[in-house]
């Protein structure tokens, strides 16, 4: 599976509250959501944001809550991968559970700029930055994890019979 989109780039410890502000999670309305996903950091960001845009940010991305709300906003919005230098671990597995991909790569993302076009290809890792001509290695994706992000989030991929094996089970 790969991606290719325009970076929206940010810096460190961008937290669930301001990609999506607590104001907001009085819904349960994706597209409500996605509205006003990074408001409180980008107020340009949902007329700027295209489907299959790509987000890339330092440390600690996705620290503050557990909530799931923030995943959700960023994938509604039309981004298709977000390149961090890390993640916060639940803001990690919320993203993996509702199938938002996202990479660590601490050299792609100090070194990819904003509005660069990249491509990333998930079962090798490899992310391409066709703007600057460069390439990283990432960790890739193991097969399940692909799965649940081409089946669109962890229920879809069960519900789907994604994640079984040939001999049966998960």
Same mark, same amino acid.
């Given at each position: 599976m ?27 309305d ?9 408001e ?39 981004i ?5 230098t ?13 199938g938002?991909? =996202? &990479? ?5 993302? !100090?070194?990819?700029?904003? #509005?660069?076009l990249? *491509?990333v290809d998930? $079962? ?7 703007t600057?001509?460069?390439?990283y290695?990432?960790?890739?994706f ?5 799965? =649940? &992000?081409e089946?669109?989030?962890?229920? !879809?991929?069960?519900?789907? #019979?994604?994640?079984? *094996?040939?001999?049966? $089970?998960?």
């Amino acid at each position: 599976m790969r991606v290719k989109g325009n970076v929206l780039k940010y810096g460190n410890n961008v937290d669930t509250d301001v990609i999506i502000p607590a104001r907001y999670l009085n819904t349960a309305d994706k597209k409500e959501l996605a509205s006003h996903c990074m408001e409180d950091i980008d107020k340009s960001f949902v007329t700027r944001v295209k489907r299959g845009d790509i987000i890339v940010a330092g440390e600690n991305f996705g620290c503050g809550s557990s909530r799931e709300h923030a995943p959700i906003a960023i994938k509604e919005s039309g981004i298709s991968l977000i390149i961090a230098t890390s993640f916060a671990r639940i803001f990690y597995r919320n993203a993996i559970n509702i199938g938002l991909a =996202i &990479i660590e790569c601490k050299q792609a993302a !100090e070194e990819i700029c904003e #509005g660069d076009l990249v *491509e990333v290809d998930f $079962g090798t890792g490899i992310i391409k930055n066709i703007t600057q001509d460069k390439e990283y290695e990432a960790m890739p994706f193991p097969p399940f994890i692909q799965k =649940i &992000i081409e089946a669109g989030g962890l229920v !879809e991929a069960v519900n789907k #019979g994604s994640l079984r *094996e040939e001999k049966g $089970g998960i």
